[in-house]
Every structure is written in C-alpha cells, then in structure tokens.
C-alpha cells in the first residue's frame, strides 16, 4: 500500500534562516512594521552579543541568562527581551530547531513606572508655545490637542489621512492598517480639537489634498518619531523639563504628554478648553 506525504516539516539550518522564515510567518499574520523591527533587533542584538549561542542549546541558555541578567537593566527594557526572545524561541522548538525553549520559567519583572505630575499653568504654557503662525507651528498645536484628547499613539497620529478625520461627528478614525494592534477604532474629539484640524487642513495647498497625511512636515512628507522628538525637545528646553535626560525606556516623544494624560485631572483639563 502506497503512503501519502501531505507535508515536509524542515527544520532551519541556521539562526539567520529561522529568523527570516519567523519574521515572515509574524508578517502573514499582519503584526506592524515597528513590532517586525523590534524582533529583528532584538534578535540580532543576542546572537550578535554572543556568537557563540549559535553553537549549543547549553550556550544558548547561558547566553540569555546573561542577556537578561545584565548589570542595570531596566524592568522594561527585560521585559521586552523577555518576550520578544521567548516568542521566537517558541517558534523554533515549534518547527524543530532547538528541543526547548531557553527562556521557560522567566518571569516578566513589575515596573513602577515614574509619576510625574503636571500643573494647569504647565499646560497652558505648553500649549501655548508653538507659533501657530508657521505651518509647523499650527501643526504641533494641533498635535497637543489631539494627543490630550484621546492619548493617540504617535505614529497612528502621523498615518492619519484628510479621510480619516470627520469634523461632523468630532472623531478620527483609524483603521486597522494604521492601528499598532491591528484593530480599528474610532477616537472622539473635543471642538477645540476638530477646529484646530480644520485650521491645519484649510492652510495646505490644494496639491497636498489626497496625498499628504494630516500632520505632515512643511514639504508635505509624513512626520516621523524622529522629527517629532526634536520639535518635542525644544517645547520641553522651553518649559525647563528635561526631556533629553530621561531614561531610554522612558523616551518616547509622546512622554511628556502622556504624563500630562495620566496625571492631570481631564475634566479641569477640558475646562481650560470652554
């Protein structure tokens, strides 16, 4: 009698194959650009620490206690290691490179996080800063009213098309293709918000109309966290709030607005706005 063979489960031959065919199973299940970039990275980062993890699953093992234990690591920065690495050690015992996971039994670490605490004449301040008379200047503005509004994530805000905002409603869609989590929402805004985006939009050329994002930079190309940390840097060397000390795990550009969000009391916050 004849077998029949559906499928050849080959396992990779090398760490360098694992992660390419890991990273393209991660995009057919349509996990972000930024999440594909933090695998690749962090991955990299070990094998590139420790070369000699590649030999043995003995030398495996140690090389990620080590990467884990390091001297002064931050509960976030673990944490991040520790998830990133164990899903793509899942992935290959799954597909039989390595017989276990190294990483099983480790445990993510609490974060306390950092409090912060910002007063109602900081915010005014800050929000004030900009000079809405430039386009840049209107356009961060703007930005800090949608930020305090509805707590957007930074590169969903800069994704966002003319289509995607709906002044009649007061709310900004963002769809599943520009949401870090693959799931579309919709955020509601408060007029002041909604009439500033109107403002921005009305004072761009008729050529950038369909083609440039909402908040764009002055040549009409898509702002980028990069731009954004240094416009966000010089508000806070303004305000005298050190934003280049901060630790890295605590350098998001959007950092100093979150604080704002999560520590400032939103209805006397909305009430500044009336």
């Known amino acids: 009698m004849a077998v029949r063979m559906n499928k050849v489960k080959r396992a990779p031959a090398t760490v360098e ?14 996990i972000s650009d930024q999440t ?18 590649k030999q043995s699953f003995d030398q495996l093992e140690q090389a990620v206690v ?17 998830v990133y690495l164990r899903t793509f050690f899942n992935w290959c015992m799954e597909h039989g490179m390595i017989s276990d996971n190294p990483l099983n039994g480790f445990k993510k670490r609490k974060d306390e996080g950092r ?32 930020f305090l509004d509805c707590g957007i994530r930074p590169k969903e805000a800069f994704s966002l098309d003319e289509g995607d905002f709906h002044p009649r409603a ?32 009305s004072v ?35 305000l005298g709030t050190h934003y280049g000390h901060m630790h890295y795990d605590m350098r998001s550009p959007l950092y100093f607005y979150a604080a704002v969000v999560m520590h400032l009391d939103y209805n006397r916050c909305s009430a500044m706005w009336i």
């Not at 992660?19 to 349509?30: G, Q, S």
């Not at 002064?72 to 991040?80: D, L, Q, R, S």
């Not at 007061?170 to 109107?198: F, G, H, N, W």
Request: proline share 5%.
């Open 17 to 30: 194959e694992a992660l390419d065919r890991f990273i393209t199973w991660k995009k057919a299940n349509r």
């Open 170 to 201: 007061r709310e900004i869609r963002v769809d599943a293709a520009k949401a870090k989590t693959r799931v579309s929402r919709t955020l509601p805004l408060s007029p002041m918000t909604v009439e500033a985006i109107q403002e921005l939009l």
């Open 204 to 238: 761009r050329p008729n050529e950038w109309s369909g083609k440039a994002p909402i908040f764009c930079t002055n040549e009409s190309r898509p702002l980028n966290r990069h731009t954004w940390g240094d416009r966000v840097e010089m508000y806070c060397k303004k």
């Open 115 to 146: 409090h912060v605490s910002v007063d109602e004449d900081t915010l005014a301040r800050l929000i004030a800063l900009p000079n809405r008379e430039t386009f840049a200047g209107l356009r961060d503005y703007t930005l800090f009213l949608l």
């Open 66 to 82: 080590d990467n884990l234990g390091q001297e002064g690591i931050k509960p976030a920065t673990y944490n991040n290691r520790l």
């Open 36 to 53: 594909i970039l933090d695998y690749t990275t962090h991955v990299n980062l070990l094998f590139k620490r420790y070369p000699d993890a």
